[in-house]
């Protein structure tokens, strides 16, 4: 047993859900109780898909477990082909339906469906979770579906350069993007675009917006894409394997990863080195070396999300923002060996959690100015009064937005460097509230672009202490109770000099000075005591 407040991810059906619901012509079957069903607002509600997802539960209730709950599937199933005619049919089960062991998939494998190819889907609910169900639906999928193509033990696996001898333009499938994935939506538009400019074709983009026919001709692309890790990763693997299929496997999140993302592509299909594609296409280079971006150098942020964005954030933001990355995480436990070697890189211990209240200790820890990561850090951020921008799943409604807004290519650097900024007070309201502390509106920490008030401080304790200790989050003020009697105090010089720090870097000044003082068996600490503090932690 865990206590659980909030889950980054749903169980692992939910992820076979967003197979089936992302492509076209594919159904799944899935033996669940009643109540199962709420998973369909997902999709209607927060990508806003103008039909149902494609989908039969069995909704069994407590009354049908007295009975034939094995009838109840096979009679769902046959609704379900006669009804939707699919090209492929999914089978398997939810959490509850696991424990009463219908078999699904091995009642439908008994029965004539007219040839529809049928998948049989093993979810094991109470130890993997939906990242890892999409992965393992996306593969067991594939597999099915290209098994007459698989070629003879000791063929030789193709030459991903035959475009050239075939007299054609090379050629690439996209794997992994899906629905509730982080705009995969516009991440597709933005490198197909991309790679049509550089005189690559896309073959297939899978899962989404594909047909069972067009997963059939995967192996005809000289190369596959490996666009999301955690979807995609265990398919790119076995067609690489099976089908000798190369894999680029750098997400091109960022100016530099984009253009190590097209270094690879052209190596791999051996193509010629080409004057890289202008980075004029994108404004980030120049928007983060104008002037105006000065004062965003060194700014703290700590970053956590699905592996491939947290990983992808942290270069962007130390290389290509200036930023100081204090924190870095995941909760993607299948490449958290990845997460922790971008983490060593930045001289940091990556945190591999999925518990938010962890997350948000280490947050509070880190005492960052700005928080990258998913809809939940979101909250904890605004509890604990630090600006945040949302970069991975999981999402809300409105990081499916109505405009072009990817993550990938030029366009998508652009789009990172506009959402990551504008939490941030502008410079000059940063510089003016410095100087001038006693305007009746541009108080410390207003963020006058956003049109709110100020928050509050940045609370130095973990706001879980204190939210568990009362039973709800309370306001980030009761967060900064002192923690114990043997704390160093402040006297009003110590204050006053407190109060002439910058608002977002107090809470971190704050901390180290308490640090200092007990370190030196200071029970007050006065200006002199935050400056002695000041010169130590800079010596
Ligand atoms: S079967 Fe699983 S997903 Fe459905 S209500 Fe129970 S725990 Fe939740």
């Known amino acids: 047993m865990e206590l659980t407040l909030w889950t980054y991810e749903g169980p692992p059906h939910v992820g076979a859900l967003r197979i089936a619901a992302s492509m076209e012509g594919v159904h799944l079957v899935l033996h669940a109780p009643q109540g199962d069903t709420y998973a369909d607002l997902l999709f209607t509600m927060i990508e806003r898909r103008q039909r149902r997802p494609p989908v039969t539960y069995t909704t069994f209730q407590a009354r049908d477990l007295g009975g034939d709950t094995a009838e109840l599937v096979k009679r769902s199933i046959q609704e379900a082909v006669d009804r939707f005619q699919p090209e492929a049919l999914l089978v398997g089960e939810s959490c509850t339906a696991e424990l009463i062991q219908d078999q699904p998939g091995s009642l439908a494998a008994g029965m004539d ?232 890189e930045l001289g940091l211990e990556a945190l591999i959690s999925d518990d938010y209240l962890e997350v948000e200790r280490a947050m509070a820890e880190a005492m960052p100015e700005l928080v990258l990561g998913t809809q939940m850090e979101r909250h904890s951020a605004k509890r604990l009064g630090i600006p945040c921008a949302v970069i991975s799943s999981p999402l809300h409604v409105q990081d499916v937005p109505a405009r072009h807004a990817p993550q990938m290519g030029w366009e998508g650097a652009n789009e990172l460097f506009d959402s990551w900024v504008h939490p941030l007070m502008m ?52 967060e900064r109770t002192p923690v114990g009697t043997s704390d160093p105090s402040w006297d009003p010089t110590g204050e006053a000099e407190l109060a002439k720090i910058p608002f977002f870097v107090r809470g971190k000044v704050r901390r180290n000075t ?26």
């Open 514 to 539: 308490e640090a200092y003082a007990r370190e030196q068996g200071l029970a007050l600490i006065d200006g002199e005591a935050l400056y002695a503090a000041k010169a130590h932690f800079s010596a």
């Open 113 to 344: 469906l007219g040839g529809a190819p049928v998948v049989s889907l093993e979810l094991p609910a109470y130890s993997k979770k939906e990242n890892w169900g999409a992965a393992e639906t996306f593969y067991q999928l594939v597999r099915h579906l290209l098994k007459a193509q698989m070629p003879a033990p000791g063929t030789p696996p193709p030459s991903p350069q035959r475009w050239r001898a075939e007299g054609r333009r090379p050629r690439v499938n996209l794997l992994g993007p899906s629905l509730l994935g982080f705009r995969c939506r516009d991440d597709v538009r933005e490198l197909t675009r991309l790679l049509g400019a550089e005189g690559i074709d896309v073959g297939v983009v899978a899962p989404l917006g594909a047909r069972p026919a067009d997963l059939a001709r995967i192996p005809a692309a000289d190369a596959n894409v490996c666009l999301y890790p955690e979807v995609a990763g265990s398919v790119c693997s076995w067609l690489e394997r099976r089908f000798g299929q190369p894999v680029v496997r750098t997400v091109p999140i960022g100016i530099g990863a984009t253009r190590d993302f097209l270094g690879e592509l052209r190596q791999v299909l051996g193509m010629e080195e080409q004057p890289m594609a202008p980075e004029s296409s994108s404004q980030l280079p120049w928007y983060s070396r104008s002037v105006d971006s000065t004062y965003l150098t060194g700014k703290r942020v700590f970053i956590f999300g699905d592996a491939t964005h947290a990983i992808a954030a942290a270069r962007v933001a130390s290389r290509e923002l200036g930023f100081e990355v204090v924190g870095l995480g995941s909760y993607s436990r299948e490449l958290a060996r990845d997460v922790r070697a971008a983490a060593r």
């Open 427 to 478: 410079g000059l309201e940063e510089h003016l509230i410095g100087m001038f502390r006693h305007d009746f509106e541009f108080v410390e920490g207003h963020r006058s672009h956003l049109g709110g008030q100020a928050p509050a401080e940045p609370a130095t304790a973990p706001a879980s202490t204190v939210a568990l200790a009362s039973g709800s989050p309370g306001p980030a003020s009761e």
